[in-house]
C-alpha cells in the first residue's frame, strides 16, 4: 500500500458531472483528487461515445462526447485536481474527527473530509477477449479506450470487435495509422449504416483490411510490446496480423461494484439522495449524477452539472468550517491567477 494521499473532497468517477464538480469545488477553494476505475477521464462520453454529437448542452448546439470532456477538463486545470486513473475505489472507511479513508484495488491510499460519489452506471470494465497474456501488454499495446487518436500515428493497429467503436475508431484511425485491420467473426457489421458503408469504401480503397470471419485468438510480443496478433476462423484457418496495437472494442460491462457495499442507502441499484444538498444516508459521502436518485431526477449531463454546483456548496461547511460561504457569480470572483 503505497503512502496515504490527503485532498478535500475525493471524488469518484471521472465521468462529465465528477469533473464538472471539480471545477465548482475548485471555485469554493476547495481541492479535489479524481479516482477513475478506467484509464481515460470522461465516464460514458469518452467510453461509449467520443464523437458522438450532443446537442443539450447549455450554450452548445452540439458538441461531441469528447470534445466536452476536453472542455471539462481545460475547465478543471486552474484547480490543479490530482486524477488517479486505472484505479476503482474499493473500500470507504470512516477517519476519527471526520471524513473517509478511500482504498483502490491497485494500493491507492486516500484521505478526503468529504467524498462525492459521481460514479455514473456503476463501474464499467473493458469486456476484455479472453487471450492468455493479454494483462502483460495492456496500457502498452493493448487499449480498451482511446483518448487522443493521435498517439496511434504511424502504427499498425489491429482493431477487435463489429459494433460502433470498433467501426467508428477503424474509420478515424485509417487517416493517422500506418495500417488498420479490423477483425470480427461476422462479415456482416452491427454498426451504423452509414459507418459501415464509409468502413467498406475504405476497405475497398486499400486504407482498411476486414479481416472476416475471423476472432482473436492470441497474441506475440514481448516486454509488454506487441509484434503480431494471431486469429483463427471457427474452421480452424490461421492467420498473423503483424502488429504494433491490438484496440479490442467489445463492448463495456457496467455495475454497481463495490458502492453496493458501502452502506448507503440505495433504490433500484442507485443512491439516494437529498436533492437540497445531494447528502447520502452517510455523513460527508455525497453523490452526484447517473448514480443517484430523487424524485425528478433526470440522467442528463446539465442536471448532473447543477447537482454538482449544489453538492459543493453543502460540502464547503466542512471543509472550511470556520468561513462563512457567501455566494458568488463567476463573473464577480473570476478564476485563481
Ligand atoms: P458516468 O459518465 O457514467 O461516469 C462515471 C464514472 O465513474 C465512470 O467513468 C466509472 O468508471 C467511474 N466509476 C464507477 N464506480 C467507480 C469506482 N468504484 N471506482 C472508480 N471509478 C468508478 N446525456 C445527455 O445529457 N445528453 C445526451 O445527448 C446524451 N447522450 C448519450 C448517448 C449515449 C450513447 C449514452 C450511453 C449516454 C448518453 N447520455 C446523454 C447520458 C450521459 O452520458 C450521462 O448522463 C453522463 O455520462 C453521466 O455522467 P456521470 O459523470 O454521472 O457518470
Not at 493521435?150 to 477503424?170: N, P, T
Request: aromatic share 8%; with cysteine.
Amino acid at each position: 500500500m503505497s503512502e496515504t494521499q490527503s485532498t478535500d473532497i475525493a471524488i469518484i468517477g471521472a465521468g462529465p458531472v465528477g469533473l464538472f464538480a471539480v471545477f465548482e469545488a475548485g471555485m469554493l477553494e476547495m481541492r479535489c483528487h479524481v479516482v477513475d476505475a478506467l484509464d481515460a477521464p470522461g465516464g460514458q462520453c469518452t467510453a461509449l461515445y467520443p464523437e458522438k454529437p450532443i446537442y443539450d448542452i447549455p450554450g452548445h448546439p452540439e458538441i461531441g462526447g469528447g470534445a466536452l470532456v476536453e472542455a471539462l477538463l481545460a475547465q478543471a486545470a486552474p484547480f490543479a485536481p490530482v486524477y488517479h486513473l486505472g484505479h476503482r475505489i474499493e473500500r470507504l472507511s470512516p477517519v476519527a474527527g471526520g471524513g473517509w479513508r478511500l482504498e483502490s484495488d491497485k494500493g491507492l491510499a486516500l484521505e478526503a473530509r468529504a467524498v462525492i460519489v459521481a460514479a455514473g452506471g456503476g463501474m464499467f470494465g473493458p469486456n476484455r477477449p479472453p487471450l492468455a497474456g493479454i494483462e502483460a501488454y495492456e496500457g502498452t499495446s493493448v487499449f480498451y479506450a482511446i483518448a487522443r487518436r493521435e498517439e496511434f500515428r504511424d502504427q499498425r493497429l489491429v482493431i477487435g470487435g463489429g459494433g460502433d467503436s470498433a467501426v467508428d475508431w477503424a474509420i478515424s484511425l485509417a487517416e493517422v495509422a500506418k495500417s488498420v485491420q479490423i477483425v470480427h467473426r461476422r462479415p456482416k457489421f452491427r454498426a451504423a449504416p452509414e459507418s459501415v458503408a464509409r468502413l467498406h469504401a475504405l476497405a475497398d480503397a486499400g486504407q482498411v483490411e476486414l479481416v472476416v470471419p475471423y476472432q482473436l485468438a492470441g497474441l506475440e510480443g514481448a516486454e509488454g510490446r506487441l509484434s503480431a496478433v494471431v486469429v483463427r476462423t471457427l474452421d480452424g484457418e490461421v492467420r498473423r496480423l503483424p502488429a504494433d496495437v491490438l484496440l479490442p472494442f467489445y463492448g463495456l460491462s457496467t455495475e454497481l461494484g463495490p458502492i453496493a457495499e458501502w452502506g448507503l442507502e440505495t433504490e433500484h441499484n442507485l443512491v439516494s439522495v437529498d436533492p437540497a444538498r445531494f447528502s447520502t444516508s452517510a455523513p460527508d459521502i455525497f453523490a452526484i449524477g447517473d448514480i443517484v436518485t430523487y424524485p425528478g431526477k433526470l440522467k442528463l449531463i446539465l442536471c448532473g452539472f447543477s447537482e454538482a454546483a449544489m453538492a459543493t456548496q453543502a460540502i464547503h461547511p466542512l471543509v472550511h468550517p470556520s468561513e462563512a460561504l457567501h455566494f458568488e457569480y463567476s463573473t464577480t470572483k473570476g478564476l485563481p491567477t
